[in-house]
């Protein structure tokens, strides 16, 4: 068992049943966490916007200026939405490819998400990210094989995001499934899937280790 007393899962796919990324990360998460685990799919979230009167309230707040019942409200809510973050020892973010990227509802996660002062701090010495000490897991899937050591890995605007993003917010320990080639011939689909039950059955041996627990 991997010692993680709390994991969230960060479900990026709006496919439920039929999401593969999904379901690998489900796979994943009956052999780390079975009775630990808490999700947030994003699509059924609700997420705030984070437009330009919250970025001005922001602003306002910094510079000690008063603000608005309704702004103050609004920097309450993603306080919390943080502190509920920062809350938990691991993260499984399942993330599907969309248009070379992330999902949309990921994307404004990150957003409300990631502030100085609140997911990472400016000073002198540069940034330091306040996540640190946890593990982040990503399960990426896609229709292109967009794998570090093939022909298509420049296209790789994913799971090259996410790694940038967490390590900005302090998380170094960050580690990947691969669901991909998800779209082509029925049998190279079935051998991606494969693929990615036993990349996470070697993931869950490596975090079953003592010296990480
Ligand atoms: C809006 C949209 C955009 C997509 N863009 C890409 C893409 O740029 N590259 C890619 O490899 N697959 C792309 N796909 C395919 C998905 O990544 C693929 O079907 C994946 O298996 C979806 O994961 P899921 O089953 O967990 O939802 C896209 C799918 C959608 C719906």
């Given at each position: ?10 479900e990026a ?19 780390i ?10 699509f ?10 919250v970025?001005?309230g922001r ?5 000690g ?24 020892d ?8 969309w ?11 990150v957003d ?6 609140m ?7 540069g ?21 570090p050591?093939?022909p ?19 998380v ?22 494969q ?11 490596a ?7």
């Amino acid at each position: 068992m991997s010692g993680f007393a709390r994991l969230l899962h960060v479900e990026a796919s709006p496919r439920g049943s039929r999401s593969r990324s999904s379901a690998v990360a489900r796979w994943l998460i009956d052999r780390i966490a079975p009775d630990t685990v808490e999700t947030l799919n994003l699509f059924d979230a609700d997420l705030p916007p984070f437009d330009g009167a919250v970025m001005e309230g922001r602003y306002a707040l910094i510079a000690g200026e008063a603000v608005s019942p309704e702004v103050a409200a609004q920097w309450e809510a993603i306080r919390a939405r943080i502190d509920h973050f920062l809350s938990f020892d691991a993260w499984l973010f399942s993330v599907p490819m969309w248009n070379f990227g992330i999902p949309y509802p990921l994307k404004h996660y990150v957003d409300l998400i990631t502030h100085p002062g609140m997911t990472f701090t400016v000073d002198q010495t540069g940034v330091t990210g306040l996540a640190s000490g946890r593990t982040a897991i990503l399960v990426g899937s896609g229709a292109l094989d967009i794998r570090p050591d093939g022909p298509m890995a420049a296209l790789d605007h994913q799971m090259a995001f996410m790694r940038t993003w967490l390590n900005f917010i302090g998380v170094t320990d960050i580690r990947t499934v691969d669901v991909r080639p998800t779209y082509g011939m029925a049998e190279e689909v079935e051998a991606a899937m494969q693929r990615a039950y036993e990349e996470a059955d070697a993931l869950t041996a490596a975090l079953s280790r003592p010296e990480r627990v």
